[in-house]
């Protein structure tokens, strides 16, 4: 499934979207648990710098996210663990990342 860019986190693509992040959900609920490959894979698919970490934040608060317990703050370091760059300092509704820079 490809990452629909335009709307993320909203209406029925942001629906899709968020199963992107499946793969993510283990590490999005425990900082002591690694991505996986595809998890790694499909937050990179998401872009890189702002627009990526904006795609990721948004997905992160969809409903969907949240009703299987995921949590920003911890899912937030799931690019860093992944070695993938997003901005410094990138605020995500009022959370801080904690992602590496650009």
């Known amino acids: 499934m490809l990452l629909q860019r335009r709307q993320h986190g909203q209406g029925a693509s942001g629906s899709r979207d968020v199963f992107q992040l499946a793969p993510c959900i283990a590490a999005s609920k425990n900082a002591n648990v690694r991505p996986s490959r595809q998890c790694c894979s499909n937050v990179a698919s998401m872009g890189k710098g702002l627009p990526g970490a904006n795609c990721l934040c948004s997905l992160l608060n969809h409903p969907l996210a949240r009703s299987q317990g995921v949590a920003p703050r ?14 410094r300092g990138f605020v995500c509704q009022d959370t801080l990342s904690r992602l590496l820079p650009r």
């Open 74 to 87: 911890i899912a937030l370091g799931i690019p860093q663990k992944c070695r993938i760059a997003v901005p």
